[in-house]
């Protein structure tokens, strides 16, 4: 199971941190991925990181976010700074037992509810 938390309404420029707790997962590799999804736009991944703490980004959000994890807590975090109205969108947290962080949607089996970011 997956939870999101964090979302909110923030202005163009500011901050926002999501939270995604883990719970229920059994031992071995895993990634976990932050995807969002605008209104009539696909799901696009934002974020990954891997059980090793490898990350990788997409290019849009490069320099302004950053994803971390804290195993013993089973949380993953995405640090969102200097929010762009192009970055409103429902942000969601996936799961995927490999040791490779797919960009695609697809590829993540298990999915949270998601937490909505609002940037006016």
């Known amino acids: 199971q997956l939870v999101e938390s964090g979302g909110g309404l923030v202005q163009a420029g500011g901050s926002l941190s999501l939270s995604c707790e883990v719970s229920?997962?059994?031992?071995?590799?895993?990634?976990i991925g932050w995807f969002r999804q605008a209104p009539g736009k696909e799901r696009e991944g934002v974020a990954g990181?891997?059980?090793?703490?490898?990350?990788d980004y997409v290019d849009s959000v490069k320099g302004r976010f950053t994803i971390a994890r804290e195993n013993a807590e089973n949380t993953v975090y995405l640090q969102m700074n200097d929010l762009r109205t192009d970055d409103t969108g429902m942000y969601y947290c996936?799961?995927?037992?490999?040791?490779?962080?797919?960009?695609?949607?697809?590829?993540?089996?298990?999915w949270g509810q998601g937490t909505q970011v609002t940037v006016s």
């Open positions: 996936a799961l995927r037992r490999s040791q490779y962080c797919s960009p695609e949607p697809h590829d993540y089996p298990d």
């Open positions: 229920g997962i059994t031992e071995g590799t895993n990634c």
């Open positions: 990181i891997d059980i090793d703490g490898n990350t």
